[in-house]
Nanobody
Framework: QVQLIESGGGLVQAGGSLRLSCAAS????????MGWFRQAPGKEREFVAA????????RYASSVKGRFTISRDNSKNTVYLQMNSLKPEDTGVYYC????????????????WGQGTQVTVSS
């Protein structure tokens, strides 16, 4: 079965950095666009970033553009989210997701989801 497993979350002070990783298995990784979503307490899950099959196209939410960078290593079946200049409002559970063929910012376009990793940014 397909598995997406996130790692790298934790507690960090405002202004600090974290790098999230998502490892995929039982999936032809290079055939999927990959995305990151997050959900803060009491809020709906929202789009954060996405990257195309080969890594040449990216999309970012306006709230993270310039601070976060999404990338992928198809040889390792892994997608990353480098998060810099973190703010308390970045706090939430971050989810990795895989979308067949297309690059999309909509969560309905994603076929598989990880279980999430907690990111907490203190002030």
């Amino acid at each position: 079965q397909v598995q997406l497993i996130e790692s790298g979350g934790g507690l960090v002070q405002a202004g600090g950095s974290l790098r999230l990783s998502c490892a995929a298995s039982a999936l032809t990784f290079s055939n999927y666009a990959m995305g990151w979503f997050r959900q803060a307490p009491g809020k709906e899950r929202e789009f954060v970033a996405a990257v195309s099959l080969g890594g040449r196209s990216t999309r970012y939410a306006s709230s993270v553009k310039g601070r976060f960078t999404i990338s992928r290593d198809n040889s390792k079946n892994t997608v990353y989210l480098q998060m810099n200049s973190l703010k308390p409002e970045d706090t939430g559970v971050y989810y990795c997701a895989a979308a067949k063929v297309v690059l999309t910012t909509s969560q309905v376009g994603y076929d598989y989801w990880g279980q999430g990793t907690q990111v907490t940014v203190s002030s």
